[in-house]
């Protein structure tokens, strides 16, 4: 899954470039499939033999896509807590406001 340096680019590497990425997006959607059962069945033996059953690209495209999740997860984690950081810093400014009209 790679493109080699110098490769011409013309419409069939162009389609084969598509069909890779479609393969990878179909072959995650499996992954994605036998993990909900991995996770739905609680004996670990049948788990382990599905994780036995499960190709290796299966596998790798599953980790990609968890880090990938993880990381953009993480990234939105931060900007809500900065936000409601945000909201409470102006909710007291808006509180200390009105405190002194409240006290004349």
């Known amino acids: 899954l790679y493109i080699a ?3 011409v680019l013309t419409e ?10 479609s393969d990878y997006f179909n072959i995650y959607g499996l992954a994605k499939i036998r993990r909900g059962q991995l996770l739905r069945t609680s ?3 049948e788990r382990e033999k599905m994780e036995a059953t499960m190709p290796a690209i299966e596998l790798s ?3 990609y896509r968890a ?4 990381r953009v997860e993480k990234r ?3 900007r809500h807590e900065e936000s409601e950081e945000r909201r409470l810093i102006l909710s007291n400014l808006v509180e200390q406001n009105k405190a002194p009209d409240s006290q004349q």
Do not use: F, V
Not at 12 to 21: A, F, P, T, V, W
């Open 5 to 7: 340096t110098g490769m």
């Open 12 to 21: 069939k590497s162009i389609l084969r470039r598509k069909n890779l990425r």
């Open 43 to 45: 004996q670990t033996l």
């Open 61 to 63: 495209c599953l980790r």
């Open 67 to 70: 880090q990938k999740e993880m």
């Open 76 to 78: 939105t984690w931060w």
